[in-house]
């Protein structure tokens, strides 16, 4: 496991952006783990929003945030980000990062987690 810590959430207009970030500590651990971000809102259950690959060659995104977000990592910082554009009043929820040495399963078992970070989008 990994230790991952969320940070960067706060309250943005409809249309702005924010950027999230997910640091790890250990990079070793880091890199031999590819990351998730999630979302939960109120009364929703968790959704998968995208994933990176341990290199970070590979990305992909639920059809909910294709072409509004974008997710890169920097292993040098031990640091993924989500980069989050055109936001809507829908994408409002907490943010979790969340870690897999097996990116096939990143989406429904990864094996660590971030504590979340509130994203507030106002129409």
């Known amino acids: 496991q990994v230790n991952l810590v969320d940070s960067g959430g706060g309250e943005v207009q409809a249309g702005g952006s924010l950027t999230l970030s997910c640091a790890a500590s250990?990079?070793?651990?880091?890199?031999?783990?590819?990351v998730g971000w999630f979302r939960q809102a109120p009364g929703k259950e968790r959704e998968f929003v995208g994933g990176i690959s341990r290199t970070g060659s590979i990305t992909y995104y639920a059809d909910s945030v294709k072409g509004r977000f974008t997710i890169s990592r920097d292993n040098a910082k031990n640091t993924v980000y989500l980069q989050m554009s055109s936001q809507k009043p829908e994408d409002t929820a907490v943010y979790y990062c969340?870690?897999?040495?097996?990116?096939?399963?990143?989406?429904?078992?990864?094996?660590?987690w971030g504590q979340g970070t509130q994203v507030t989008v106002s129409s």
């Open positions: 250990g990079r070793s651990a880091f890199t031999s783990n590819a």
């Open positions: 969340a870690a897999s040495p097996d990116i096939g399963v990143i989406k429904t078992t990864p094996t660590s």
